[in-house]
């Protein structure tokens, strides 16, 4: 849904106090001994976010009903403001990233949500950034925009926006079918 500047950069200031509410939940317990769990979380956090985030954008994105549709319309029109209101988004970051991992280990838990909003923060920034922002040839957001400019002309390839990792892993960066193009 086409939706206003507020609900779609909201997350730019619920991100952060939803980080210091994490770390400070995590360190208030047990001070400076949470650290190796909840930065081990936060490690986890980040790459398990950029894994969802290809996957989530592969299938659900493009095939789950009305979440296709809304991306369809990103697809046709890129620099409208179109997207799930920001803070549902992030809540469902924060309960399927903190949930399964607090009964088990909260200090973990609260790290492994702090990267999974770091990774999805980042995934906003880049994704925005690609449709919004000059970015020349050796700027260090070029890579993403030639990655995510190419998704827009070919939409069964290159779904990773942070990273194109889990495109080379799963085959979708388009390298190998231009490779039997030229054959
Ligand atoms: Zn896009
Ligand atoms: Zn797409």
Same mark, same amino acid.
């Given at each position: $849904?086409?939706? =206003? ?8 200031? +619920? ?7 994490? +770390? ?11 650290? &190796?769990?909840?930065? %081990? ?19 659900? @994105?493009?095939?789950? &009903?009305?979440? /296709?549709?809304?991306?369809? !319309?990103?697809?046709? %029109? ?7 209101? /920001?803070?549902? /988004? ?12 607090? +009964?088990?280990? &909260? ?6 949500? /702090?990267? +999974? ?6 995934? $906003? ?16 957001? @070029? ?32 390298? !190998?079918? =231009? ?5």
């Amino acid at each position: $849904m086409p939706i =206003n500047k507020f609900l779609y950069f909201g997350d730019f200031f +619920a991100i952060p106090l939803a980080l210091a509410l994490f +770390a400070g939940l995590a360190f208030a317990t047990r001070g400076l001994a949470a650290a &190796p769990a909840y930065v %081990t979380g936060l490690l986890a956090g980040v790459v398990i976010w950029t894994f969802a985030e290809y996957w989530i954008h592969r299938t659900f @994105y493009h095939h789950a &009903p009305w979440l /296709s549709d809304l991306h369809h !319309r990103h697809h046709e %029109t890129p620099q409208a403001y179109i997207g799930v209101p /920001s803070f549902l /988004s992030s809540g469902i970051v924060i309960v399927i990233a903190y949930t399964p991992f607090y +009964a088990v280990w &909260p200090v973990f838990a609260d790290g492994i949500v /702090s990267g +999974a909003l770091i990774g999805y923060a980042a995934y $906003m920034v880049v994704h925005h950034a690609t449709h919004h922002w000059t970015v020349a040839p050796g700027d260090w957001l @070029y890579p993403a925009r030639v990655r995510h400019m190419a998704h827009h002309y070919h939409d069964d390839l290159q779904f990773g926006i942070v990273t194109g990792f889990w495109d080379r892993v799963f085959g979708t960066t388009g390298r !190998r079918r =231009n490779r039997l193009a030229r054959v």
